[in-house]
């Protein structure tokens, strides 16, 4: 890929269908398995469009000639969310949307950026600590439910962000 095909630009409402895709097979790929059965059952198809029309105003999309192939999320000092579509994986938007978030983080006013990787997304793991984050270790992180959080077991992950 031509690294000028790339841009980055913050979500719209008519992007949610699009963030949604790529959220729902991305955290298939990455949570299947690596989750407590909790948390599967509260993650429907249709959760993921729900979410990604909520999270609009947090998101920031990559896209590649006009069409959505990525997208980060952040809330406060958290990387929340960090996904790429299957056809682009591998091609360096994801280190691109990275580097948005922690931007964000740092112009959120916060110098330390935070996010959470369960055990077994070992590619993600691995991607993280390319990129200059320390895991922290483990601990339990409360992702949201319709009903409260559930409980599910993950690394925190943390980077210095105060020159991003």
Avoid at 48 to 55: E, K, L, M, N, S
Avoid at 87 to 103: C, K, N, P, T
């Amino acid at each position: 890929m031509i690294d000028g095909d790339v841009a980055l630009r913050p979500a719209r409402p008519e992007d949610a269908t699009a963030i949604a895709d790529i959220w729902y097979a991305g955290w298939r790929d990455a949570h299947l398995g690596n989750v407590p059965d909790e948390l599967i059952a509260v993650r429907p198809r249709e959760s993921f469009d729900t979410r990604a029309a909520q999270r609009i105003p947090d998101t920031t999309v990559a896209t590649v000639r006009d069409v959505v192939a990525g997208f980060v999320m952040v809330l406060d000092d958290e990387v929340d969310q960090v996904y790429v579509s299957g056809d682009h994986r591998g091609s360096g938007i994801a280190v691109r949307l990275l580097g948005a978030a922690e931007q964000r983080v740092n112009a959120n006013g916060h110098d330390k950026a935070w996010l959470a990787v369960v055990p077994g997304n070992a590619r993600a793991r691995a991607f993280y600590a390319r990129n200059g984050w320390s895991d922290e270790g483990l601990f339990v992180h409360d992702a949201p439910g319709p009903a409260g959080p559930v409980d599910v077991p993950c690394h925190r992950y943390v980077k210095f962000v105060a020159d991003a």
